[in-house]
């Protein structure tokens, strides 16, 4: 090789090398200085990763801290349609295990999208037979979803939380304040198969889980009450039927069940009258039960004392011309007791006359009706009372006897647990306290009196009648062994659409507390349209005393079986 | 600068540069690792719910019912006990001893061995 050719090829060698350094120098001038704003911003994202930290929900506790709702993280199911290459055969392989239309997960899989849902909140074994596939285009999170261990038990005072856990319906609503607690975020960086780089986390804020909700109920005496339901439903297959029991002393509710109910672990399956909370939102004409106000006014007001005598007219009055007014059975002369005890509609008539109209609307103001109890359930209505100067002519006449009026079933058991309070109406509540994890009490709702509708010579005068009910009146069916039962029937005809008494619906229902003395429970049973019998005393009150008299023989056994420091409270 | 100085900084900075990365390489495993843990740690909290939801739904007096409906054949007789069914039985090991005062003679007592001898007298 000549001297000459080899400094040639060096030469070449050389331009090639300064060329090369030259092109690398420019792409690095050209990536580091021109593009570097939109590169950095590229690797960024693609880097930095901003994770948001789901906190838990919290759980619903019944009053003896027994779960009745809580969150149980499940594995959801998303997909990035950009990586899938043949949807039809994805859609295939999928639709079998996830049980869905192969059209369905199609459609998903060709959306021009880099994130969608393919299924939310499935069972652990449906995810891990996904996950055995190891797809590509598949990804899982985690998601909380809400269960209720004790499935349709107090459906409608618990209600619901929906797909992204927002509280929806009943105390899931009421509180979705405190259950939901605060989302947390961490700021973290991740690698190229997106995965999370802890040793890289910078800055983070914790979630704050939600607090726990301590109701007044108790599961038991609920589990009891939606048994007794099931009987009605059962033995009179009534349209509706409404059970609420009450500490008279705090007002407290220990049990609230109506039919129809829900799952709340499957809401979406159920109509949504199922779901109503007839005992706060359904209003009735309560009928005979109505004159525990009509008679304690009376008895409050100095009109009449438990042996003055009215005449019952042998059941028929015609207080006018155009208007009778009928008893079942005829009576003649009946004290003020027997005209309780055995529900005369003509006495009772008798006994609001000498009240008065603006007397009587006061008392049935004071016991709460015609206004909203203030019960922490939502939906609450207040039910109709017209002032005296709305009344008709036979106003007078109807009103005592529980006609021309609508009550709710929570304002019954409200008004009828203020005569078992010795005249002191309470206000009903199902929220005991809101606590955190560790079991420290944030808030304690205290029991509220609204105000004193009896002086207490008149409430206990009164429940040694509505006692006389029970024993020896309309209330026979509602006896319970070894205790004093007070109480009240009522069956009422329902008004149809044309404004007129219907002659085949109505709505059977016993409100009363025991013991007669110093009572424990105070009650209400309502039976709406029962067939073919459809008297309170025959559908409700053996209800009642089924209802109530296991009711107390489970409170009195839970005292006795208590630790010496959490006894006393029932 | 002498060229022994200049390949000893050499190998000093490529020490330097080959230590720093596999720090970094041993932090990241590491990384990997805490996060293999954290889902491990959720995924049993995860179960260790589910579980308990079953417990509180075999536990629910719903389910109670249903079983005892199923298992009955006069399911109108139960009947929840009432006071005079129980009987509470005394426990003999919880019997009420007499409790220690927290003064400074009462555990100096107890340092020596006075009080235990005071108590083993009482309960002759």
New interface residues.
């Given amino acids: 090789m000549s001297k000459t050719s080899r400094y040639t090829r060096l030469r070449s060698i050389f331009l090639i090398y300064i060329f090369i350094f030259l092109f690398f120098s420019l792409r690095l001038i050209y990536v580091q200085i021109i593009d570097y704003p939109h590169l950095s911003g590229l690797a960024y994202r693609q880097h930095n990763l901003v994770i948001k930290v789901e906190p838990a929900r919290g759980t619903i506790y019944d009053r003896n801290l027994r779960p009745l709702a809580f969150s149980i993280n499940l594995e959801s199911i998303y997909a990035n349609p950009r990586m899938i290459k043949d949807p039809v055969g994805a859609a295939h392989l999928l639709s079998d295990i996830l049980n869905i239309d192969d059209a369905y997960l199609v459609s998903k899989f060709t959306k021009k999208k880099a994130f969608v849902w393919v299924v939310r909140k499935i069972s652990p074994e449906t995810a891990n037979k996904v996950k055995k596939l190891k797809l590509s285009y598949i990804g899982f999170t985690k998601e909380p979803k809400r269960f209720y261990p004790n499935d349709k038990m107090a459906c409608h005072i618990i209600g619901f939380a929906g797909l992204d856990n927002k509280g929806l319906e009943g105390v899931e609503a009421m509180c979705d304040n405190y259950l939901r607690g605060k989302p947390g975020w961490r700021y973290t960086k991740q690698d190229a198969k997106q995965r999370e780089l802890p040793s890289y986390k910078n800055k983070s804020v914790p979630a704050v889980d939600g607090l726990n909700v301590v109701l007044t109920i108790d599961s038991v005496l609920q589990s009891i009450a939606e048994m007794q339901l099931d009987v009605i439903m059962q033995k009179f297959h009534p349209k509706a039927a409404t059970i609420i029991a009450v500490d008279p002393s705090t007002g407290k509710i220990l049990a609230l069940a109506n039919r129809p109910n829900f799952a709340p672990n499957n809401f979406q399956k159920f109509e949504a009258l199922a779901r109503k909370n007839r005992a706060v939102t359904d209003i009735f004409e309560p009928g005979s039960v109505f004159k525990i106000v009509t008679a304690s006014a009376a008895l409050q007001e100095g009109k009449v004392t438990p042996n003055d005598k009215f005449f019952c007219e042998n059941g028929e009055f015609k207080p006018f011309p155009s208007y009778t007014l009928h008893d079942y059975h005829p009576y003649g002369w009946l004290t003020f007791r027997q005209v309780v005890e055995n529900s005369s509609n003509i006495g009772t008539g008798k006994v609001a006359r000498l009240l008065g109209p603006q007397a009587l609307y006061n008392y049935i103001r004071a016991y709460g009706f015609g206004q909203k109890t203030g019960i922490d359930l939502a939906g609450e209505v207040s039910g109709i009372i017209r002032p005296p100067s709305q009344w008709s002519k036979t106003s007078p006449w109807n009103i005592p006897i529980g006609q021309e009026v609508a009550i709710t079933p929570i304002q019954a058991v409200t008004a009828i647990a203020a005569i078992a309070n010795n005249g002191v109406l309470m206000r009903p509540y199902v929220i005991e306290k809101i606590q955190d994890n560790k079991g420290r009490v944030l808030k304690e709702v205290s029991p509220v009196v609204v105000r004193r509708v009896l002086s207490e010579k008149t409430a206990k005068l009164m429940q040694n009648i509505l006692a006389g009910v029970v024993e020896s009146g309309t209330g026979k069916a509602a006896k319970i062994e070894n205790y004093r039962v007070a109480g009240k029937t009522g069956t009422a005809q329902k008004v149809e659409p044309g404004g007129f008494y219907s002659k085949d619906k109505y709505v059977g229902s016993f409100i009363g507390f025991v013991p007669a003395e110093n009572s424990m429970i105070a009650c209400i049973v309502t039976v709406d349209e029962p067939q073919p019998i459809h008297f309170g005393a025959v559908v409700a009150a053996p209800g009642f005393s089924k209802f109530v008299g296991q009711s107390i023989d489970y409170l009195k056994s839970k005292n006795v079986l208590l630790p010496a420091n959490q006894k006393g409270g029932y | 600068m002498k060229l022994s100085k200049f390949f000893i900084l050499l190998v000093v900075s490529t020490m330097a540069a080959i230590f720093y990365v596999t720090q970094q390489v041993e932090?990241?495993k590491?990384?990997?690792q805490?996060?293999a843990q954290?889902l491990a740690l959720?995924d049993t909290l995860?179960?260790r719910?589910?579980l308990l939801?079953n417990v509180?739904?075999l536990k629910?007096?719903?389910?109670l019912?249903e079983s005892f409906y199923k298992k009955s054949k006069k399911p109108e007789d139960f009947?929840?006990?009432?006071?005079n069914?129980?009987i509470?039985l005394a426990n003999s090991n919880q019997k009420q001893r007499p409790q220690a005062s927290d003064s400074v003679t009462s555990k100096l007592g107890n340092i020596l061995g006075i009080n235990s001898l005071a108590e083993a007298k009482t309960q002759e």
């Fill in positions: 932090a990241t590491i990384g990997y805490i996060n954290q959720s995860d179960q719910q589910m939801y509180y739904n629910s007096p719903e389910n019912q009947k929840i006990l009432n006071k069914h129980i509470v």
